[in-house]
């Protein structure tokens, strides 16, 4: 069995999609009924700038990858001769 590899980037899209998602709404509630102080925009900064690195990294390591590669799995796995099935 084979597919190409960027149906892995779509999984992955659709994961940050939802992280997204959830990040926004809870930056949200932080923001609007946390306490006014410097420990909530401290804490905003922080995942805002960690969240942005972690994006930065992954978008780096992505960038290289060749995504038109096919990606073969349980090759040989179920032919006569493996000695799985003997």
């Known amino acids: 069995m ?20 959830f990040s926004l709404v ?3 509630h932080m923001l609007k009924f946390g306490f006014v102080n410097f420990t909530t925009f401290f ?6 700038a960690v969240a942005l690195m972690i994006l930065s990294v992954s978008y780096n390591f992505i960038f290289a ?10 090759n040989g796995f179920f032919d006569d ?3 799985f099935f003997q």
């Open 2 to 21: 084979s597919f190409p590899l960027y149906i892995i980037l779509f999984i992955y899209l659709l994961f940050l999609f939802v992280w997204l998602i």
């Open 26 to 28: 809870g930056l949200y």
């Open 43 to 48: 804490s905003v900064f922080f995942y805002i």
């Open 65 to 74: 990858i060749d995504w038109r590669t096919n990606v073969s799995i349980f």
């Open 81 to 83: 001769n493996n000695f």
